[in-house]
């Protein structure tokens, strides 16, 4: 199993990027899918995710924000942030995670300038 996040980067308060995770080795119907965030000094923390068909949840800090969105063929979790704040500047990671087994991605850096 693995997991690769792409699409951090630098990005202005107000701005959007879009972050995707490719999952190697996972059938994500089969999986709960979710993106977390870890800022520095501060623990990791839920933003996102799917669980097998049920609809996306999503955590209060970005719901009216943030968008998670699958695509089976590609077997990719894509997350979409929008109107991005300061504080939302973290190690963002992707995980999968079924029964007992839980796969983490190695993360890909978000910066917002203020």
């Known amino acids: 199993v693995r997991l690769l996040e792409s699409g951090g980067g630098l990005v202005q308060a107000g701005g959007s990027l879009r972050l995707s995770c490719i999952a190697s080795?996972?059938?994500?119907?089969?999986?709960?899918m979710s993106w977390y965030r870890q800022a520095p000094g501060k623990q990791r923390e839920f933003i996102a995710s799917?669980?097998?068909?049920?609809?996306?949840t999503y955590a209060d800090s970005v719901k009216d924000r943030f968008s998670i969105s699958r695509d089976y063929d590609k077997n990719t979790i894509d997350l979409q942030m929008n109107s991005l704040k300061p504080a939302d500047t973290a190690n963002y990671y992707c995980?999968?995670?079924?029964?007992?087994?839980?796969?983490w991605g190695q993360g890909t850096q978000v910066t917002v300038s203020s």
């Open positions: 080795g996972v059938l994500h119907s089969q999986y709960t």
């Open positions: 799917f669980s097998g068909s049920d609809g996306p």
């Open positions: 995980k999968a995670e079924r029964w007992s087994n839980t796969y």
